[in-house]
């Protein structure tokens, strides 16, 4: 079984950037499509941005721009940099990972998409 974690939530002001990671305990990372969603309270949880393994990128149209997701494969991590960091951005995000391959990317976009998903970060924003 698959363990994914989390670090590099926190406290923010409007405006700041943060940088959130994802690490795996088994597989490489390069083998899994792996995707970045958030849940705010109250609400459902929500695709924030989306990388597969051959690179292809999907963002949350709200959030092109500001959010990007990247690989480090030396050192085995998924990266969610976030810029100009807004109120509304405050959620648990989480790093989600799958194994099997879709063709359209919107498939990408569903919860039920990913196998593997890590406990979650809180990111808070003030305004």
């Known amino acids: 079984q698959e363990q994914l974690r989390e670090s590099g939530g926190g406290l923010a002001q409007a405006g700041d950037s943060l940088r959130l990671s994802c690490a795996a305990s088994?597989?490489?990372?390069?083998?899994?499509?792996m995707g970045w969603f958030r849940q705010a309270p109250g609400k459902e949880r929500e695709p924030v941005a989306v990388q597969t393994t051959g690179g292809t990128t999907y963002y949350a149209d709200a959030l092109k721009g500001r959010f990007t997701i990247s690989r480090d494969n030396v050192k085995n991590l998924v990266y969610l940099q976030m810029n100009s960091l807004k109120s509304e951005d405050t959620a648990v995000y989480y790093c989600?990972?799958?194994?099997?391959?879709?063709?359209?990317?919107?498939?990408?976009?569903?919860?039920?998409?990913?196998?593997?998903w890590g406990q979650g970060t809180q990111v808070t924003v003030s305004s």
């Open positions: 088994r597989r490489e990372l390069r083998n899994y499509g």
């Open positions: 989600a990972a799958t194994l099997r391959y879709y063709a359209d990317m919107s498939d990408y976009t569903r919860v039920g998409a990913f196998d593997y």
